[in-house]
Nanobody, 124 residues
Framework: QVQLVESGGGLVQAGGSLTLSCAAS????????MGWFRQAPGKEREFVAA????????NYADSVKGRFAISNDNAKNTVALQMNSLKPEDTAVYYC?????????????????WGQGTQVTVSS
């Protein structure tokens, strides 16, 4: 299995920045991609960003494109989500996910492993 642990959530003012981290452990050799989803109160869990396990190739939701950046660290066992120009509508629980094989990152059901989530709150 793959275990995922998110960290870095917190409270930030609109326009500010915050960086989330996801640490992966376990049998990560078969992991093809890592991603971030978020779920706001009363809303469905939605795709935010994804990156290939090998790094370099990224996908972003239109709502965060140009503001958020997903990346692997040098050890290739953690993934970061740098969030800039944060808006109140970015407020959500953010979840790290891992996928095996080629997937459509938009679909929650295509992701095999999930972290516990970390709360991000953006104040006006």
């Amino acid at each position: 299995q793959v275990q995922l642990v998110e960290s870095g959530g917190g409270l930030v003012q609109a326009g500010g920045s915050l960086t989330l981290s996801c640490a992966a452990s376990g049998r990560t050799g078969s992991t093809y991609a890592m991603g971030w989803f978020r779920q706001a109160p009363g809303k469905e869990r939605e795709f935010v960003a994804a990156i290939r396990w090998s790094g370099g190739i990224t996908n972003y939701a239109d709502s965060v494109k140009g503001r958020f950046a997903i990346s692997n660290d040098n050890a290739k066992n953690t993934v970061a989500l740098q969030m800039n120009s944060l808006k109140p509508e970015d407020t959500a629980v953010y979840y790290c996910a891992a996928a095996r094989g080629v997937v459509n990152p938009i679909l929650v059901s295509n992701w095999a492993y999930w972290g516990q989530g970390t709360q991000v709150t953006v104040s006006s």
